[in-house]
């Protein structure tokens, strides 16, 4: 499997629907990879070092079954993977580690941050007080 997020700068061929086949094609075959709801987000965790389960649930508050369905999701398409580890007294338990395709969405993730900091709620809220 081949995944990419970055954006190509070709035009739109006359003729073609646009959407398919025209500017950031590289984006939409990104968002179909990391699109679903909560997904980016724990792969933002994980990049962070929150790696156990428990780890990532706390942080962003997801339900048990919502988790572990993004995180299934995840590692079946090679942007996460799990590694079994134990605690001293304790059962084997699993981690999310980031593979390269994870860490290639660090600049992304960066640029989303940018992104909502300056035209997020609060951006919006400053620029029109300026």
């Not at 997020?5 to 075959?29: I, N």
Request: proline share 3%; charged share 30%.
């Amino acid at each position: 499997m081949h995944y990419s997020c970055a954006m190509t700068s070709r035009a739109t061929p006359a003729g073609s629907d646009g959407a398919s086949e025209g500017l950031y094609r590289g984006a939409d075959l990104c968002i179909a990879q990391i699109g679903e709801k909560w997904s980016l987000l724990i792969v933002r965790e994980v990049l962070a070092g929150n790696t156990k389960f428990s780890e990532i649930r706390a942080a962003l508050g997801l339900s048990h079954d919502v988790l572990s369905d993004r995180l299934q999701t995840l590692v079946q398409r090679l942007i996460l993977r799990r590694e079994s580890y134990r605690e001293p007294g304790s059962r084997v338990r699993e981690r999310y580690l980031p593979t390269e395709a994870a860490e290639a969405l660090v600049p992304v993730l960066r640029a989303m941050d940018e992104w909502g900091r300056r035209y997020g709620a609060e951006g919006r809220r400053k620029a029109a007080r300026s």
